[in-house]
């Protein structure tokens, strides 16, 4: 295992090798597949609003590289590449050696000085382990922002005396706060027996787009019969992505855990959730494990059952339909990236759409690019998340479509943010269309 050895990157590297499409290789011999051929660069989200070689999967893997072999000392330009980068696979998704530059980037922020030492991260993580106050403080924190504290708080500019500027930005994004949790509403829905499906509640879902999971129930329901509340812990993202990889090992464990009680009873019934971010990552759960073998097949065996509640509404399962409802409806598709690039989900909604909706279904130009939403990329990184976003909303813009379907929360926020500020399209998760349309 090889170090960084410059003044920003000083530490043992993290995980202890990648699961690539290429075979187990470790991070220096991941990022050397790198050609520097560039046929990546016009997909990445950040190269196209920046046009910058060190805003493209190419910098970026080079960068690594060279940070890695002892070689890169522009630490600031170094963090700058690493920081700026959604994590969005846009760029392994069309590079014929499929390097995984999202999971070299993030092995990259790990090794950032600071990097899992946010004081936010550590109050999430902490209330997190305590639901019950968990729920209070985020209640508490909704009902300030709904009385427009918040907004408050922005003109007399604590978010920046606080050492927080993004969230002067980021807060306006908060659209939606349910006064009730999703768990709290489903959480009698633990006992049914001869189960199909056992529904995994992400935090998006569970916390802000409600409605999101009680659709997602409700065609459940419809299409597969019973099913169960996993009465699931984070699916450990939040950890993955900006704080530290033994959190998100501890959350992985527990989920695992309470997958393999409902499992003991239901061999056949599959895990389901409705944000393709966490659904992507749960399918990834084993690359944490590598060091632990018993726990790596364990690993395997829950990722192998995770379903992206897109990939289980299928054709045939949309008999009879709601034709008031969609009637001269003109309706179009984000791809949401950790969909259609991590989990190769390309055409699901479009085949379950198309018959149904015919004309009215109308392609968007570059419909799996990033929407700049990313998970917290739109508080970290509020100029590029508005640029890429502005992008985005042209491209909505051009379909004139009236729905606009996404199949992740972050997608929910964001596009749902710049429907209020540009062009105007009702943002809806797929599986809420789907279950309108169903009668
Ligand atoms: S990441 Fe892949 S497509 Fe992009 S420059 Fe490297 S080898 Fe080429
Ligand atoms: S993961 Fe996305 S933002 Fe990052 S380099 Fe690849 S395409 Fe660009």
Redesign the pocket.
């Known amino acids: 295992m090889r170090n960084y050895r410059n003044e920003l990157y000083t530490h043992n590297l993290h995980l202890k090798e990648l699961i690539t499409k290429n075979g187990v290789k470790d991070i220096y011999d991941a990022v050397s ?9 016009e997909n990445c989200p950040t190269y196209l609003v920046g046009k910058k070689e060190t805003l493209s ?2 910098g970026r ?1 080079q960068i690594v590289r060279m940070l890695i072999e002892g070689k890169y000392t522009d630490v600031n330009t170094a963090k700058y590449t690493i920081d700026t980068c959604l994590l969005c696979g846009a ?1 392994t998704d ?4 499929k ?1 995984q ?1 999202e999971d070299i980037v993030l092995e990259a922020r790990r090794e950032e000085q600071g990097h899992n030492n946010s004081l936010i991260y550590k109050i999430i993580i902490y209330l997190k382990g305590e639901k019950k106050l968990f729920d209070i403080c985020l209640k508490f924190l909704f009902f300030l922002h709904r009385i427009k504290l918040s907004y408050l708080a922005d003109k007399l500019g604590l978010f920046y005396l606080l050492g927080y500027p993004s969230l002067s930005k980021g807060y306006k994004k908060l659209i939606k706060t349910p006064k009730k949790f999703l768990h709290t509403e489903i959480k009698h829905l633990t006992d049914e027996t001869d189960i199909k499906w056992i529904y995994f509640a992400t935090c998006g879902t569970d916390y802000l787009f409600t409605n999101v999971g009680r659709s997602s129930i409700n065609v459940l329901k419809k299409i597969y019969g019973n099913g169960v509340f996993m009465n699931n812990e984070c699916c450990g993202l939040i950890s993955y992505n900006y704080g530290s990889l033994d959190d998100a090992r501890k959350l992985a464990t527990k989920n695992i855990e309470l997958y393999e009680k409902i499992k003991a009873a239901n061999p056949d019934a599959f895990i389901v959730g409705d944000c393709s971010s966490c659904i992507a990552f749960m399918k990834t759960y084993p690359q944490m494990f590598m060091d632990d073998e018993n726990m790596y097949k364990r690993a395997v065996d829950f990722s192998s059952n995770v379903r992206d509640i897109i990939e289980v509404v299928k054709p045939e399962h949309i008999k009879n339909i709601n034709f008031d409802y969609i009637k001269d409806k003109k309706v179009t598709i984000h791809h949401s990236c950790k969909a259609y690039n991590n989990q190769d989900l390309k055409t699901n909604e479009d085949d379950v759409l198309k018959p149904v909706l015919k004309e009215n279904l109308i392609e968007m130009n570059e419909s799996n690019l990033c929407c700049g939403g990313a998970g917290a990329y739109a508080f970290s990184e509020p100029e590029f998340s508005a640029a890429i976003l502005s992008r985005k909303m042209t491209n909505i813009s051009i379909t004139q479509a009236d729905i606009t379907l996404v199949s992740a929360t972050s997608c929910l926020m964001q596009i749902g943010y710049g429907s209020k500020t540009s062009y105007h399209t009702e943002v809806m998760h797929y599986i809420e269309f789907i279950d309108r349309i169903m009668v």
């Open positions: 597949q790198c050609t520097r051929c560039g046929y990546c660069l999967p190419r893997n760029c069309v590079c014929y050696g390097v530059t």
